[in-house]
């Protein structure tokens, strides 16, 4: 599942700081720093795990310049995303994988992926989401014919989206990313919001415009 291109907001707010030394989690991932913050009204510990923040239930969180966020699909979609383990991904083998391999392939170079949406369908109709160390986070989106449809790659938590130059689905010679990105470079720059709802508003019309997008060249 790729960060703010599936679905509804969550906000989060900042309570305080911690702790900032080493300690390990029960699933043997290091955390190296905690700190409260408040979700859904309940004070939750938020961990740093490999260079992300994560929730006490697994949840991404994003640090914004209007507070913290969470990203999930619509409506109660978040209930589909599936998260397994902290254990970081090989990052060298990446360059194993390739278009033609289907999940058990995929499993086969890279192990098994640390989340994984929705998780009501079978395998080659989900998005495999591989977390490494130091931030890296990696987004596999299986196509239900065949394969690998498209790969994108963030290099830490504060990068932004890449395709997978070997694994990036093209239309006339351009992966969705790179069509996306053209089009944000003619628009009108941004402005810097001055509240949540402004920013909520802001991140819905991007997402609306990605998911029509992705539908234009997604594969039936």
């Known amino acids: 599942?790729?960060?703010?291109?599936?679905?509804?907001?969550?906000?989060?707010?900042?309570?305080?700081l911690l702790f900032t030394h080493a300690l390990l989690a029960q699933d043997g991932s290091v955390v190296t720093q905690t700190m409260r913050i408040e979700i859904d009204n309940r004070v939750h510990t938020a961990r740093k795990i490999n260079g992300r923040w994560w929730s006490e239930d697994n949840r991404?969180?994003?640090?914004?310049?209007?507070?913290?966020?969470?990203?999930?699909?619509?409506?109660?979609?978040?209930?589909l995303v599936r998260f397994d383990h902290h254990s970081p991904v090989d990052t060298s083998r990446v360059s194993q994988v390739n278009r033609s391999m289907g999940p058990d392939?995929?499993?086969?170079?890279?192990?098994?992926p640390n989340s994984v949406f929705p998780s009501d369908k079978p395998a080659a109709q989900q998005i495999w989401d591989?977390?490494?160390?130091g931030g890296y986070k990696l987004s596999i989106q299986f196509s239900s014919s065949r394969g690998i449809f498209n790969a994108t790659f963030e290099s830490d938590a504060n990068s932004r989206l890449k395709d997978v130059p070997h694994l990036a689905f093209r239309v006339n010679g351009k992966t969705a990313q790179e069509s996306f990105e053209e089009r944000k470079a003619t628009r009108t720059q941004r402005q810097i919001p001055a509240s949540q709802e402004e920013y909520r508003k802001q991140l819905q019309e991007e997402m609306e415009?990605?998911?029509?997008?992705?539908?234009?060249?997604?594969p039936r």
């Open 1 to 16: 599942m790729t960060p703010l291109d599936t679905g509804v907001m969550r906000w989060i707010v900042f309570s305080s």
């Open 60 to 79: 991404e969180l994003t640090r914004t310049n209007v507070g913290w966020l969470w990203s999930v699909s619509g409506g109660n979609a978040w209930q």
């Open 105 to 112: 392939q995929v499993k086969a170079v890279l192990g098994p």
């Open 130 to 133: 591989y977390y490494g160390a």
């Open 209 to 218: 415009q990605r998911h029509s997008q992705r539908n234009s060249t997604t």
